[in-house]
């Protein structure tokens, strides 16, 4: 019979934790950077793949907006709106 979780590999442990170690060093350096710097942004560095990232970005949402709209009606019923409330306020 196995066991339960299953046997994990010591490496793939060892190989997880060290880029968890990586990765928040990676984060530490940039919210320190920031701190420094005070979280100004110069766009004098960016170039067209910055923009090309942020305009597909924009299609992408643009996209998500349409394609609600062609959904099949339905009725507001009081229901539907009180978990729509309960969503929006988060209570």
Known sequence: MESFPPAFPVWLAALLGAWLVLGAGVYFCLVRLVAKQGGKVSTREFGP???YVAGAFVL??????ANGFGGPE???T???SSMGRRFSWGS
Do not use: P, S
């Open 78 to 80: 009081k229901r539907r």
């Open 49 to 51: 793949q910055d923009n």
């Open 74 to 76: 339905h009725d507001v």
């Open 60 to 65: 992408w949402f643009l996209m998500i907006v």
